[in-house]
């Protein structure tokens, strides 16, 4: 499981520098902690979120609960909010597994938000609506409960 983590890590890094610059949001490149909460577990972890364009940013997650580790990837729209320097709403998609408890189980996160970047500080954070679809060995559960809440450091 470390060597996926591992992977998981490199990759993203890997990903995010090979990426051409985008001039037009507030930032380019964030790091954090990201704390996705609701019905069930409260998750904790590391996540990062990089734009390659304007209007569009991949974020990821390595969250960590209850002998479990969800590792995730999501691609995000964003659009500006008039009358609001800094805060802009996005929407997006993207997978997720979840690890532990002798199995595996894959997930699709939708996403729907808002992402605050501080005048004059190199922090911002976010809130998000994020619903998890789970599948697992024998069926599928839905939850619409779940929320995400981030914090991060403004790389550039």
């Known amino acids: 499981m470390k060597k996926l983590l591992f992977t998981f ?3 993203a890094a890997l990903f995010t520098l090979g990426i051409s610059n985008a001039k037009a949001q507030d930032y380019k490149t964030a790091g954090g902690l990201a704390i996705d909460f609701g019905d069930g577990s409260t998750l904790v972890g590391p996540h990062i979120k990089h734009f390659f ?3 569009g940013a991949i974020e990821g997650d390595v969250l960590f609960a209850n002998h479990v580790t969800f590792i995730q990837a999501l691609y995000l729209y964003h659009g500006d ?5 800094g805060l802009r ?3 997006g998609v993207g997978p997720g597994v979840a690890i532990g408890n002798n199995n595996t189980n894959f997930l699709i996160r939708p996403n ?3 992402d605050y970047k501080i005048s004059g500080a190199p922090l911002g954070v976010s809130l998000d609506w994020r619903p998890a679809w789970q ?3 024998g ?10 809440i981030g ?3 403004i790389f550039k």
């Open 9 to 11: 890590i490199a990759g």
């Open 53 to 55: 364009n304007a209007n």
């Open 81 to 85: 909010i008039s009358g609001a320097p």
């Open 89 to 91: 709403w996005d929407l």
């Open 112 to 114: 729907a938000g808002l």
């Open 135 to 137: 599948f697992f060995d």
């Open 139 to 148: 069926g599928n559960d839905f939850n619409a409960a779940r929320f995400q």
């Open 151 to 153: 914090f991060r450091y």
